[in-house]
């Protein structure tokens, strides 16, 4: 499904903006399967000029975090958050030694 055609649902969601916690509601595109998910973000990721210079990376550490500095989410924790979940689930080890 191409993203310009996907539907859509608002869902509330949190986000950090003027330094506080806030509920928004959010448009969140709907998929018909995991795969469709996973291409759509890959693409969003791949067409967003300002995440360009994330797919230099090499490893899973370095993307997660030059994704959080090109202001991918509001939490400003959100690097650290992505390293946590790659550290207890061993996922660097899926890099292959790169």
Same mark, same amino acid.
């Given at each position: 499904m191409?993203a310009?055609?996907? =539907? ?7 986000e950090?903006?003027?330094g506080?916690?806030?509920?928004v509601a @959010?448009?969140w ?7 469709d998910c ?13 995440? @360009? =210079?994330?797919? =230099?990376?090499t490893?899973g ?7 959080a500095?090109?202001g991918? =989410?509001?939490?400003p924790?959100? @690097? ?10 061993q ?8």
């Amino acid at each position: 499904m191409v993203a310009a055609e996907a =539907a859509t649902k608002c869902i509330n969601t949190r986000e950090f903006l003027n330094g506080a916690w806030t509920t928004v509601a @959010a448009r969140w595109r709907k998929h018909t399967d995991w795969q469709d998910c996973m291409d759509d973000h890959a693409a969003f990721l791949h067409q967003n000029r300002r995440y @360009a =210079a994330c797919f =230099a990376c090499t490893t899973g550490d370095a993307f997660a975090k030059a994704v959080a500095e090109a202001g991918y =989410a509001t939490d400003p924790d959100y @690097a650290a958050k992505l390293l946590s979940i790659i550290d207890q689930y061993q996922f660097a080890d899926l890099d292959g030694g790169a």
